[in-house]
């Protein structure tokens, strides 16, 4: 009673036990992992073909002559999923807001719209990418149409839309009819109603959401190698036949794994903020 | 006294459900309507009806002289003149208390920020949130959201304002900040239907109460008529529960 501003700065009693337990689970985690650790480079080394393994796998030579080519065709990667990226985002928005469509006269987009995200969220992706991805340069389009570069992207296109348009539906069915109510209430129109109330709370809440989408993208561009563009995927292949070692395979998850697990943190991150604000 | 809304007949289902068994009613212009009534007796149902949010099955709702209720009959044109303030405030959330309010002036007048800054600010000043514009609804307490909303619909400068319990989901202290406007209009002049709870308002300040019972309106007259001598069992009934 006598100085408050002295047991304001001294940690309470329950801020001094639970940094007790941090500091305890803290010494659980590292001695396991370390546990584990040591385990792991003590005793593969002890099998049989971990030599063979080191060679093919863990090869430091042709780590250090491939990776600069593997980042080159990543390269590639990423310019896909840079112009992928806005057109799903287009499409995406238009399917979401067809699917949400109440007016009996344009019940036909709505059913067309539902039709398209059932079928392209039924699929496997790598099947939508082998029948787009060969089949419509099969048709022999004239250059540059015949690229499986456009064709490749266009059924990662298609398929993530699908998958986006139906997390931004639900999205906007998360939003209360209140809110709609009240913007039509003032004389806005419907469309203006969903552009300026609903859409812009509906797409603040499913970023999350969205953001696993995206990460998922990532790494689906790699498919794209089956029909045709020397991604990293197919460069390490390449690699792999040039030299006769996995060891590019292990690099190309290394680059992967340096963008994907930021995003992946960053995703979780918004998640659990979203969270919290619910709460 | 001009006739500004005449209902006749109004009558509304949800399925099964007849919740409005028709509906008849006249308001003047300026004139200040009180709807009282159990829960579920159908006052919001015959706001939202009113300003065509939900579209009524039979009867008509004549508005200026026009027809309103007349089916496949543009909504839009019609909501702008008639505002709707709700028991849960509805304000956007993502937007601060000012664009709450200039959105619709904005989109459905062309008005441009630089045009509706000085008459919105007014508004604001005028009940007292001439601070708060900047702030989000989050931040306001519920009698200055309220405000707000009233503020957002009078905004469109409406030629007859509802009122759906708008102090229902305020604490007791906020009530009296939120009347206080009602109280403003009225002296203003404007047109206004409330479906209330608080019958010392509705005693005080309405031209008009009207009992809603079993989706009918079972008696109306002035306050004085309603509150200290009904006619019917069922009114009698109802207010002596709130006593
Ligand atoms: N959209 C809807 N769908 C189905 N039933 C509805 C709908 N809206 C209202 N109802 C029903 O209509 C009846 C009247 O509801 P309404 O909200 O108009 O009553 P109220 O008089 O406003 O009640 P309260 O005082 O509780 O606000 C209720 O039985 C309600 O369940
Ligand atoms: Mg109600």
Partial sequence: MTDTSDTTARPGRRAVFEAALRRRSMRIAATST???????????????????????????????????????????????????????????????????????????????????????????????????????????????????????????????????????????????????????????????????VVLPQALRNVVPANMNLVIALQ????????????????????????????????????????????????????????????? | MRTMLRLAGVQKSFGTHHVLRGIDLDVDAGEMVCLIGASGSGKST???????????????????????????????????????????????????AEANVMLAPGRVKGLRK????????????????GDRMGHYPDQLSGGQQQRVAIIRALAMQPEILLFDEITSALDPELVAEVLDVLRRLREEGMTMILATHEMGFARELADKVCFLDGGRIIEAGPPAQIFDNPQEQRTRQFLSQLL
């Avoid at chain 1, 839309?161 to 109510?181: D, L, P, T």
């Avoid at chain 1, 060891?247 to 190309?252: E, N």
């Avoid at chain 1, 995003?263 to 979203?274: E, I, N, P």
């Avoid at chain 2, 044109?77 to 993502?94: D, K, M, Y």
């Fill in chain 1, 34 to 196: 370390a546990a584990v650790l040591l385990a792991i480079v003590l005793l593969v080394p002890l099998a049989p073909g971990w030599e063979a393994v080191k060679k093919s796998f863990f090869n430091g030579p042709v780590f250090s002559k491939t990776f600069p080519g593997l980042l080159d065709a990543f390269l590639l990667d990423i310019a896909i999923f840079a112009w992928s990226l806005p057109l799903i985002a287009i499409l995406s928005l238009v399917v979401a807001i067809c699917r949400d469509i109440q007016r009996p006269a344009l019940y036909p987009l709505k059913l067309f719209a539902t039709l398209y995200t059932d079928i392209f969220r039924g699929l496997p992706v790598i099947l939508v990418i082998y029948l787009i991805g060969f089949g419509v340069p099969g048709l022999g389009l004239p250059r540059p149409w015949n690229s499986p570069y456009i064709w490749g992207s266009l059924a990662l296109i298609l398929v993530y839309s699908a998958y986006v348009a139906e997390v931004i539906r639900s999205g906007i069915e998360s939003i209360h009819r209140s809110q709609r109510s009240a913007a039509l209430s003032l004389g806005l129109s419907s469309g203006d109603t969903m552009r300026f």
């Fill in chain 1, 219 to 279: 790494k689906d561009v790699a498919l794209l190698s089956f029909v045709g563009p020397v991604e990293i995927f197919r460069q390490a292949g390449v690699y792999k036949s040039l030299y006769a070692n996995f060891t590019p395979y292990v690099g190309a998850a290394l680059i992967f794994l340096i963008i994907t697990i930021p995003a992946t943190r960053y995703a979780d991150y918004l998640m659990h903020k979203r969270r919290r604000i619910e709460q």
């Fill in chain 2, 46 to 96: 015959l706001l939202r009806a009113i300003n065509l949010l939900d579209p009524i099955d039979d009867g008509e709702i004549v508005f200026d002289g026009v027809d309103i209720a007349e089916p496949g009959l543009d909504p839009q044109p019609i909501r702008q003149r008639i505002g709707l303030v709700f028991q849960s405030f509805n304000l956007f959330p993502h937007m601060s």
């Fill in chain 2, 114 to 129: 630089a045009q509706l800054k000085a008459p919105v600010t007014e508004l604001f000043q005028r009940f007292g949130l």
